[in-house]
Structures are given as C-alpha cells and as structure tokens.
C-alpha cells in the first residue's frame, strides 16, 4: 500500500508540532522518520494512523484520505507496547483476532504460528512479566502481525532496549516484514537504527518538524561498520546536528 504525506501541518492549540511535511511510503517500503526529541516525529507517526486529524494538508493511503483510524489496513507498536498483563503472550496475540470473531480454535493455531514466527514458541504460556523486554516486543510484533493489515506504524518500538539488542531484534523484524511483505514507517531517534534498517530515511528539523532530506539508504543496506555504513552515519549526525539557519 502507498501512504503519500502532503504538505501535512499538525498543531496542539497554538502549539505547531509539524509545518509542511511531505514524503510517500511505496508499497513494501521501510521507512524511517528520525529527528531531535521532542521534533513531532509521532505526531506525524499518529497523523498517518488516524489517531490526530491534520491542521492542513492530506494524508492518502492508496488515494484514499486518511480520516481516522483503519485497523484493517494499519497496525501499530508503541513504545510501551501496551501488552495486557493479566494475559498470557498467546492471548495478548490473540486480541486482533478476537476483536475481528475469529473463532477460539483458528485463533489459537495463528496465534501460535505468529509466536513461532517470533521465535516464542516455548513462552506462549508465559504472562509478559515473566518475559525478557526483548521478549516482550516480540510479543507485541506478533500481535501486530495478528492484525493482518498491509501497513505497520512502529513508533519506538526497541526504545528500551540496549543497543546491541535492538540491532538484534531489528534486524530480525526486518526481514520478518519483508517477508510478510508489509509496509512499514518507523519512529526512531537512533541514527544507527535507522541507517541499517530502512529502504529510505525522513530527516525532520528541530519542532516544528519540518522534512530536511529525504535520505535513500544504499541497495543492498550497507552492513554495520562498513565504510558505507559510517559514510550514511555521518551524513545523518551532520544532518541532525547541523547548526539551524537563523
Ligand atoms: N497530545 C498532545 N497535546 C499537546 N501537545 C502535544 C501532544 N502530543 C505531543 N505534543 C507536543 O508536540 C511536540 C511533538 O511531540 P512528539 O511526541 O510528536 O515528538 P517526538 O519527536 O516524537 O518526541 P520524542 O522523540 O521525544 O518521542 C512536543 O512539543 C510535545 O510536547
């Protein structure tokens, strides 16, 4: 699914989070938004879900306007994953299908086999506080995928974890969804994150976000430490880092 991103503006009452913003996402696309903390990454991140109607501007996916939420054609992962405690990992999976009447049997097979794809298949039974943070993101990748739509938001989604893991699991997820054939847009502010997974990356300014560059990543992505990897690093520091106009 394309997601096109035109001249989106978004506000909180005087406050202005994002000005002009536009970029597309093509079809089984990975895309990430990286910028300062606090820039209005997911604000915009929320715009394309639905979830904060645009101050001016349009959001389309496949031509059609983005007037709210469409779970059906977009999933997300927040950063505090919002697992349900109280349920085991199998049944946090289950909740998209529960949500849609897939009855108790096929839930459970496709719960299991979403886990196996995961990698969890022996933590079905375990409840989320049992589980590794890593452990837990899985989970909620897994739910994501339960929602079977095209399009994957994921604002942050290894933002707890440390460094090494989060390359770990994102790598993992990334072939995972290409796999799947998903579209993704990716919320991060780790410059390293996103330079090795993303197809293209969206460079916004200090709030309000504005885009500075959109960067595509080399084909085939550059491995970690390799002298391209550096190359894109670098570039991206001196993007995020470079002093604003006054
Ligand atoms: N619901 C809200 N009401 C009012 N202001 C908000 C709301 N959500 C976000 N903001 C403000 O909008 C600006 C952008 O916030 P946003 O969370 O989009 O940034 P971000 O780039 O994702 O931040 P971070 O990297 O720290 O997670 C911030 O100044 C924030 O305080």
């Not at 990454?41 to 001016?56: F, I, N």
């Not at 298949?121 to 739509?149: E, W």
């Not at 690093?233 to 880092?241: E, K, R, V």
Request: aromatic letters at 4%; hydrophobic letters at 40%; one cysteine or more.
């Amino acid at each position: 699914m394309r997601i096109a991103v035109s001249d989106l503006d978004l506000r909180y009452g005087d406050l202005i989070a994002a000005r002009k913003i536009t970029f597309d996402v093509r079809p089984g696309e990975f895309v990430s938004l990286i910028g300062p903390s606090g820039c209005g990454k997911s604000s915009v991140l929320r715009a394309l879900g639905g979830l904060q109607p645009p101050s001016g501007g349009e959001i389309t996916i496949d031509g059609d306007r983005v007037r709210g939420p469409q779970p059906t054609r977009m999933a997300y992962v927040f950063q505090d994953l919002a697992l349900f405690p109280w349920r085991t990992a199998r049944r946090n999976v289950e909740v998209p299908l529960e949500l849609r009447g897939v009855p108790r049997k096929q839930r459970r097979e496709r719960a299991e086999q979403l886990l196996a794809r995961v990698g969890l298949t022996d933590a079905a039974d375990q409840h989320p506080a049992q589980l590794s943070g890593g452990m837990r993101q899985r989970v909620a990748i897994a739910r994501a995928l339960a929602c079977d739509a095209g399009i994957l938001l994921l604002d942050e989604p290894f933002a707890a974890l440390d460094e090494q893991t989060r390359l770990r699991l994102g790598g993992e997820l990334r072939r995972l969804l290409e796999e799947e054939g998903k579209t993704v847009v990716f919320v991060t502010h780790s410059l390293q994150e996103a330079a090795y997974l993303s197809d293209r990356i969206v460079v916004l300014s200090p709030r309000p976000a504005t885009v500075k560059e959109v960067i595509t990543v080399p084909s085939p992505r550059p491995e970690v430490g390799s002298a391209e990897f550096h190359r894109l690093h670098a570039h991206l520091t001196d993007l995020l880092f470079a002093a604003e106009p006054a």
